[in-house]
Structures are given as C-alpha cells and as structure tokens.
C-alpha cells in the first residue's frame, strides 16, 4: 500500500512571513463616520524596507497606529494578516509579542522609571509570547525570564551597536531627553526586542541633520532578512540615509502610487501636487504648499 505524504502550502507559509494590508478603512474613535484611510491595499515582506510619503494629514500616523491597534482609532473595514494571525482581533500587547514594534514620533517621558527597567520588562514582556509561556512571567523573580547577567551582556552590545554610552540607560525614560536622545531610545528598545516587523513613525521628525544620521545608522545597523520595516517619512532626507525596497504615495486616505527610490526624488523635485492630479484627485491648495520643504531643524 502507497502512501501519499502531506502537501506543504510553502506558498501560504510564505505569506504568513509577510504584512498583508486589504482594503483597511479607520477612523477616529471619536467620529466613526469621518473615514481618515479609505482603503489601504500594501505587503510588507521580511527583508523589506518600505516608505511611505505624504502631504500632511494624509493618514500617515493614523496607518502607524491602527497597526498597532492604538484606542484612539477604530477599523471600519478590511484586513491585517502576518505571522498566521489576524492582526487586527489581537490587543496592542499581543501584536507587540508577536514580533511587532512601533517607533513613536513623539515619544512620552516616563519619570522615575530608568530605561534599563523599561526595557528588560519589555523584552520580558516578549519573551512570554503571544500565548503567555507560563515559564517566563515577567513579576515572579524566580521566573522573570531573562537573566540579569544575560540582560547586561545584551545592553552592552546593542549599547556599542548603535555607538551609544552605557550612562544612557540609567536615566529616566525620556525625561529631560533631547530629540535626537529620545528617537535613539526608540532605536535601542527596537535593537533589544528584536522585532520581525518594525513601523518608525517619522523617525526624522524634529532632528538636527547631525542627530538624523545617527538615528539612521542606527536603523541601518538592525536590518536584517527577518526584519521588514515600514518607514513613515514627511521628508525625502531620511531616504539619503536609509535605503527603501518601495516608495508608497498616501493622500487623501488611500495609496495613489508607488515605485522605487525615484519616486521619492521625483516628489523632492516636484511636491505632491502633479501626483495628486495624476491620481485624479483635486489639489484646492496651491503646488508650493505641496512640496516637501525640509523643517528648520534641517535647514543649513
């Protein structure tokens, strides 16, 4: 008698590794009838870096959060899959245990609690997984899951990964931080967790050139074939730093275009103002205020 081994679905396995974005449709919690996406369609695979650009209020920061299941939003319709799961019936929490990591624009100070403290109950945290392995619990401190000793010896290496002082993670949690100090924090909490799916929510937002490179090494030094990031960007700049896979256009709560890094110097040169209209959308403000100034931190 023959017997027939089972069929692998390696193209659903595959699948599973990427972000799968259908049709997502959010709105502010506080008004659900006032649409702000109206229909993302976007992938996102392992060893993928991809940007997206927009005019202010696009819907930029509203994707970055609905991602991450933020209260202050609600899904009106479509869908989110990575890893096997649908992303979207989980709690913030549980995406963050399950390999997904966001990148604050405005990240908030938190007096009292040393950065060391903050990350090792996060990477904890992690460690439990999605389904809360009962070895690892975060408040026992027989079970606590990663040892000190071993904690220590990461920290240092990501500490010297990213060229940032030990001193660092004595203080406070972005209490009296800098701008640049608080998005390098960012990047150290991303080094330690180790996600497979990273959204920097415009990374660049208030940095000097100086500190925009340092971030951006920062970045650059955690990619990896396992790690797909989704860059959220206002600026062309930060792609002089960071090299993207695929350039996405959202205005107007959809995306109207994408391409390669000649997209993002094609809108550099230009605005967004002729990609609107080409995507047939109409442009009630004039092209000047469409384009992509740099912020007077960037300024020379």
Known sequence: ??????TVDRRKHADDRRLIIRGLRVAPIADPSREILQGIDLEVGPGEVHAIMGP?????????????GHPSYVVTGGEVHWRGR??????PDKRARLGMFLAFQYPTA???LSVASFIRSGLNARLQGIDKNDEIDPTDPVKGGVSMLEFRRKMREKLA????????????VNEGFSGGEKKRLEMLQMAMLEPELAILDETDSGLDIDALRIVAEGVNAMLNPDLGILLITHYQRLLNHIKPDVVHVLAQGRIIKSGGRGLALRLEDEGYGPILREAGLEVDVPDDALRLDEPASLAH
């Open 1 to 6: 008698m023959t017997t027939t081994a089972p």
């Open 56 to 68: 202010n209020g696009s819907g930029k920061t509203t994707l970055a959060y609905a991602l991450m």
């Open 86 to 91: 649908d992303v979207l019936a989980l709690s």
């Open 110 to 112: 938190i007096p009292g």
């Open 161 to 172: 990964l990213l060229k940032m002082d030990e001193t660092f993670v004595t203080r406070y």
